[in-house]
């Protein structure tokens, strides 16, 4: 993070400085505020990112206003009309990085200070009405909202560091700017936010796979050298001890690439979490591919599947196919493992549906849990899909936890070819990716059933059933 | 510096929903770190949630000062007279999850003087995640005045009610395994139960923003986890 670290100098006459001139331009248009952001004791990491962002123009741009803010004689206020370069309010509506521009009147009134330009990402970040309100409906962290102060009051450049909510928890760089005062004697500030999820999750992905893996790894590498040293020792000639333990090595090494590869995707999926992904899948081809992939599984233990499926393109995703495909695999997988023989798993679709109806319970006494629930969008659609096997099922108490790496329920057991303990914990981080939903339902001895929702492709709302009929199929 | 203009009887609605969305912001700061000096055993920050929690108490006393001036003053009807009113319940239920957040805080300090107990307070994390992501929605759809996103919360209850038996389980487990942690274990407890209590404050906002919204009280059964079970 190029910007938090220096703190620029403390400048309480930066406005006076600047010629009078100037303030008459920031009521022309926003573009004019860039180039006093860049004069207040330009930030050159700032005008780095800025003019990258906005492209060779800008970046022509940018550089112009950095050499201007260098020479104090150069008045600001109309830069670059000689070679048409595009004008300053495209290249800040069209940035990334959300920008807003802050008006404040009086020191005390701390809930008044209101945004008078926010660019387009700031009005999708924070879903703002362009012709901007009071600061507070936008931003209420109390951190970012006293750098804000500072700016306006101190004349200090403010950096910090603030989480963003949501399902998918992104972590931004709020950095304020003093802008100085308005021709009505408003004091305005610029506030900028990075977004830094990257950077800080590759850190914690990498330190929490370390930690994972030291320890899981520990077991089956305890119990391979044990083995190895028995055959070194007092079993090196006994014939049947040897291939025995050569069996249960196999195994365990097995079990330790498995768990190393569930490890290494769990990683690289986390790392992608905030960025949605983008192409369409067609669910319910995915899901036939899944169960021909997994036909000698279910044929080795005499399971059948029972799927129900709609037509061919009405359950269209967002999504990224390896990925759903991962989904539906462990969750399939999952529910064979846990059906006895001669069991059925049923597989069902269903498209169309509201985040409330893809959540609904089907069984009212059925435990029941939603194990993420989607930021609340109005008028989005779902597509279904619902795993049932007719294993122990699970208790109450367990729901909760189904999704932490490693846990296992007590007392039940997923057969000889155990799991690694992270099926579902990258279910619930891919689906989060793709901003969709999981819940499950059990009821002890009868099964579970897990259900996750996705949301529908865009584009194409004629081919999807009518919701209507279809919900009524799904809550039935 | 400038004059104090006199404001218009709609701005001044909006001035107070606006100080209850900043105090909000406050609230949600305060619960956010006192889950984190859980998490990391970070005992100054610890220190400076119990230190924190003053101004939520000054903000809420400003907000009930404002909102009887306002009632008293202009007398609103209707939907106004709501508004003020959300306003002063809200910023009750805020300070009461301030309060949370500051005995949490105070039981992470204690926290850090016993050995770390990263399962538990994963678990404890975990939850305090999800409570985190209720008050901010129900915040969030009291900013916007988002029916549909309130009534989302309301429906949600459940979910932090499941967490908070799996801790309640777990913590058992633990406490009859090894008495020793029993007192960590008993503070972890009372964490969990103040998490708890948030997500039912935030709850009850959804209600009161229902009730401004609309003038109507939410009337169907709210989905309750019997413990029985």
Not at chain 2, 18 to 42: F, N, S
Not at chain 2, 95 to 116: Q, V, Y
Request: include cysteine; glycine fraction near 8%.
């Amino acid at each position: 993070m190029p910007m938090a670290s220096p703190l620029p100098p403390f400048r309480p006459d930066g406005a006076r400085r600047t010629p009078v001139g100037v303030w008459g331009a920031v009521l022309i248009g926003p573009g004019a505020l860039l180039a006093l952001a860049l004069t207040g004791g330009a930030n050159p990491a700032a005008a780095i990112t800025l003019a990258a962002a906005s492209g060779a123009g800008g970046l022509l741009l940018a550089r112009r206003a950095v050499r201007r803010a260098a020479d104090p004689a150069t008045p600001v206020a109309a830069p670059a009309v000689v070679d048409h370069p595009p004008p300053f309010d495209v290249i800040l509506e069209t940035l990334p990085d959300p920008l807003m521009v802050i008006a404040a009147e009086e020191a005390d009134d701390l809930t008044g200070r209101r945004f008078v330009f926010a660019n387009a990402a700031a009005r999708e970040l924070f879903k703002l009405q362009p012709r901007g309100g009071l600061l507070v409906t936008a931003m209420r962290n109390p951190q970012v909202l006293e750098a804000v102060d500072e700016s306006l009051f101190a004349g200090v450049r403010r950096s910090v560091d603030y989480v963003g909510g949501g399902a998918q928890g992104r972590e931004w760089a709020a950095h304020c700017a003093p802008l100085g005062v308005d021709a009505r004697g408003a004091r305005l500030a610029l506030l900028v936010l990075r977004d830094e999820t990257d950077a800080r999750r590759s850190e914690r992905t990498r330190a929490d796979f370390l930690a994972n893996a030291s320890h899981e790894l520990r077991t089956p590498l305890a119990s391979l050298s044990g083995f190895i040293e028995t055959l070194r020792g007092h079993a090196k000639d006994d014939v049947g001890a040897r291939d025995r333990f050569l069996g249960i090595m196999q195994a365990q090494a097995e079990r330790m690439s498995r768990l190393i590869d569930d490890l290494m995707s769990l990683s690289r999926i986390e790392l992608n979490e905030h960025i949605a992904p983008s192409g369409q899948v067609d669910l319910a081809m995915a899901v036939i591919d899944v169960l021909d992939a997994l036909a000698p599984q279910s044929k080795a233990k005499a399971v059948s599947f029972d799927p129900v499926l709609p037509p061919r393109g009405a359950a269209l995703v967002e999504g990224d196919r390896d990925q759903i495909v991962q989904v539906i695999q462990n969750l399939v997988d999952n529910a064979i493992k846990y059906t006895p023989r001669d069991g059925v798993v049923r597989v069902e679709v269903f498209p169309g549906l509201t985040a409330e109806m893809a959540a609904a319970p089907r069984d009212p006494a059925a435990a029941r849990l939603s194990l993420l629930t989607p930021d609340h969008l109005e008028g989005e659609r779902y597509a279904v899909l619902r795993v049932s096997d007719r294993g122990p099922g699970m208790a109450r108490e367990h729901l909760p936890r189904l999704t932490e790496r490693f846990y296992r329920v007590e007392g039940q057991k997923s057969g000889d070819r155990s799991g690694t303990g992270l099926g579902l914990a990258i279910v619930k981080h891919i689906v989060n990716r793709h901003r969709g939903g999981l819940c499950v339902e059990s009821v002890q001895g009868e099964g579970a059933t897990f259900g996750v929702y996705f949301p529908m492709a865009k584009g194409e709302p004629t081919v999807a059933a009518p919701p209507a009929e279809t919900a009524s199929r799904a809550l039935s | 510096m400038t004059e104090h203009t006199v404001k218009s009887y709609g701005e001044e609605l909006n001035h107070l929903t606006a100080e209850v969305t900043r105090m909000g912001g406050l609230a949600e700061a305060q619960v956010a770190d006192a889950i984190d000096c859980i998490a990391r055993r970070d005992a100054p920050l610890a220190q400076q949630v119990v230190a924190r929690d003053e101004r939520l108490d000054t903000l809420q006393a400003e907000i009930e000062r404002k909102a009887f001036k306002l009632i008293a003053l202009r007398q609103p009807m209707a939907v106004d007279l709501r508004h003020a009113v959300a306003a002063l319940k809200i910023s009750m239920s805020l300070e009461r999850c301030g309060d949370m957040a500051k005995n949490i805080g105070k039981r992470a300090l204690i926290l850090t003087e016993a050995d770390p107990m990263t399962a538990l307070t994963r678990s404890i994390e975990r939850m305090g995640k999800l409570v985190q992501g209720r008050l901010k929605d129900v915040l969030d759809a009291y900013t916007a005045s988002d029916l549909q996103r309130a009534i989302g919360v309301w429906g949600r209850d459940e979910e932090v009610d499941e967490h908070y038996n799996a801790i309640f389980r777990e913590l058992l487990t633990y406490m009859m395994g090894d008495p020793r942690t029993i007192n960590p274990c008993a503070h972890l407890l009372f964490v969990a139960k103040n998490l708890e209590r948030i997500g039912d404050h935030a709850t009850n906002i959804a209600e009161i923003i229902h009730f401004e919204l609309t003038g109507e009280e939410i009337i169907s059964q709210r989905p309750k986890l019997e413990l029985s079970k």
